[in-house]
């Protein structure tokens, strides 16, 4: 089945170490996300790319950054997780702006 | 900027139960909305997508309706069971953005 996939499903990291998620996706959408939900809040957009082409929320710290080699793969990376990054995170695709698929998401754990 | 407030908070109804779910939106520019269910520590589902241009959309036990000049959404579901406990969140798409509601957190009682 077309889906996307999130790796890994449960992360623990250390203070100040850095912690790269990943995200893969069958369906050829062009777009990819990152989100961040943090415990009974709702998902807030971190950054998205429209093809290649990177787009950063205002609010999103540079802490956070964000690769995708090919259109099937996107990465996040944290330089260095505070215990503040503690969160679900959720990485979602679309054809242009016409309905989303999210992954499963990985729980980060920041200790 | 687009706000979306869905109500109830929560809400807890007996197996069986049609029930519906409230949203609302402030932008009636509004590309298309899509309803979502997240289960505690999961990921998000989706549940229906209503285009800008329809007016509702129907799977199964579920319907969910849009009328963009009221800037209101509904979800119907029909004979609630146990399985359907769980956060349904509501969200308005445009410029590449999701704008979530809250949720509505749904305990059905078997």
């Known amino acids: 089945d077309a889906m996307v996939i999130q790796n890994p499903r449960y992360q623990v990291t250390q203070f100040g170490k850095p912690v790269t998620l990943s995200c893969s996706q069958t369906?050829?959408?062009?777009?990819m996300y990152w989100y961040q939900q943090k415990s009974s809040q709702a998902p807030k957009l971190l950054f998205h790319?429209?093809?290649?082409?990177?787009?950063n929320e205002a609010d999103t710290p540079d802490n956070f950054q964000s690769r995708r080699p090919n259109t099937s793969f996107c990465f996040l990376d944290i330089r260095s997780p505070g215990l503040g990054d503690t969160a679900m995170y959720l990485c979602?695709?679309?054809?242009?702006?016409?309905?989303?698929?999210f992954g499963s998401g990985t729980r980060l754990t920041v200790v | 900027k687009q706000e979306v407030t869905q109500i109830p908070a929560a809400l807890s109804v007996p197996e069986g139960e049609n029930l519906v779910l409230n949203c609302s939106f402030t932008?009636?520019?509004?590309?298309?909305l899509q309803w979502f269910r997240q289960d505690p520590g999961k990921g998000l589902t989706s549940l229906l997508l209503?285009?800008?241009?329809?007016r509702e959309q129907t799977s199964g036990r579920l319907n969910a309706s849009l009328d963009k000049s009221s800037g209101r959404s509904t979800l119907y579901i029909a004979a609630s069971q146990p399985g359907d406990s769980a956060t349904y969140l509501c969200c308005g798409a445009g410029s590449y953005q999701l704008t979530f509601g809250k949720g509505t957190k749904l305990s059905v009682i078997p």
């Open positions: 369906l050829n959408h062009n777009v």
């Open positions: 790319y429209y093809d290649k082409d990177f787009n």
């Open positions: 979602a695709t679309s054809r242009d702006d016409r309905g989303y698929t």
């Open positions: 932008d009636s520019a509004i590309y298309n």
């Open positions: 209503i285009q800008s241009s329809q």
